[in-house]
């Protein structure tokens, strides 16, 4: 097999009394997209600021394409470009000399510095606003111009730490479009978020951690397996027969959960074909079925199912 991209093995970092990550390992390969879950305090930034260099580990290493991280000034650093949680950025100066001043920091200058600050402008849709200082600007567009710093050294490993946080629904929109653009440029991207769907959208793997370990590292479509692949057969019914059919639906086998909604029914089967028994016996009481959709379980579906709770705030 190919050397990872990314190579952690056993990483511990210590706060005083508190481990923030207990020793997490992980390998990532060329061109995958995975994410990084996990609830508030869990160690995803910590861990991201490990992989950086930012902060040293108590113990356990970083290699990038197989070669150990030697902190934070390791030329190995050129490959990866990391957008953190909390802004950093110049606020008197504008965006475009944000840019010129973090690309200079890797060594950049003349009309390739221009151009790759031209192109992260673009790709966060601040190009018109490239001369105006940064503390004018909302919070979406510093987080905007953040993302775009990350990404100014064109790095094939792109560490994102809630990067959609605080910005509005079609910049979010245009920036996921634009992940999804790098990812099909063969980029490697680490991504955190607390919102499922993005996941859903950008990542076909998970490693979820909480209390600095790794509950889980498994492919999105295996984890909707292992929490019991259970599909939702949602079912159009008149306000008058809702009540009826929930009793009637319950002792059915296959169906694992009943939830009443306005237009009648939400169902969890264990496979589709309990459908079939679900519609025979509607038919049987003589309730009529308005409408019938499936659904396949989304990840928030399934961190609801294996850990009893949402991972969003
Ligand atoms: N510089 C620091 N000094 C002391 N404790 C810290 C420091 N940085 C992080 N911690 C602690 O380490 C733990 C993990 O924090 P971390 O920021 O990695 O969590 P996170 O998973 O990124 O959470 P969030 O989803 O809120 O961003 C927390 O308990 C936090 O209080
Ligand atoms: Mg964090």
């Not at 991209?5 to 995958?32: N, P």
Request: proline share 4%.
């Amino acid at each position: 097999m190919s050397v990872p991209v990314l190579k952690v093995d056993r990483l511990v970092r210590r706060f005083g009394a508190r481990t923030a990550v207990d020793g997490i390992s992980f390998q990532i390969h060329r061109g995958e997209a995975v994410g990084l879950l996990g609830p508030n305090g869990a160690g995803k930034t910590t861990t991201l600021s490990l992989l950086v260099g930012l902060l040293t580990p108590d113990s356990g290493t970083v290699a990038i394409h197989g070669k150990a991280l030697q902190g934070d000034t390791d030329p190995v650093k050129r490959h990866i470009g990391l957008a953190t949680q909390e802004l950093a950025l110049y606020e008197e100066l504008t965006a475009w000399d944000n840019l010129g001043f973090f690309g200079a920091l890797y060594g950049m200058r003349g009309d390739p510095l221009a151009q790759a600050c031209q192109r992260v402008l673009d790709f966060a849709g601040l190009a018109d606003r490239a001369n105006e200082p940064v503390n004018g600007f909302s919070g979406g567009m510093k987080r905007r111009l953040n993302l775009a710093v990350a990404l100014l050294h064109d790095p094939d490993l792109l560490l994102l730490d809630e990067p959609t946080v605080g910005v509005d629904p079609q910049s979010r929109n245009a920036l996921l479009e634009s992940i999804e653009t790098l990812r099909r440029q063969g980029k490697t991207i680490v991504y955190t978020t607390h919102y499922m769907e993005e996941v859903e959208r950008l990542c076909e793997r998970v490693i979820v951690v909480d209390h600095g370990r790794i509950l889980t590292d498994a492919r999105v479509a295996d984890l909707k397996v292992q929490a019991g692949g259970g599909i939702q057969l949602r079912v159009g019914l008149a306000a008058s027969h809702i009540s009826e059919a929930r009793q009637s639906l319950a002792d059915v086998t296959g169906v694992s959960a009943i939830e009443p909604v306005a237009e009648g029914l939400h169902l969890w089967l264990n496979q589709v074909s309990v459908a079939g028994n679900v519609l025979e016996l509607l038919e049987q009481r003589g309730i009529p079925v308005l409408s019938l959709a499936t659904r396949q379980p989304s990840l928030e579906d399934v961190f609801l199912q294996l850990t009893g709770r949402t991972l969003r705030d």
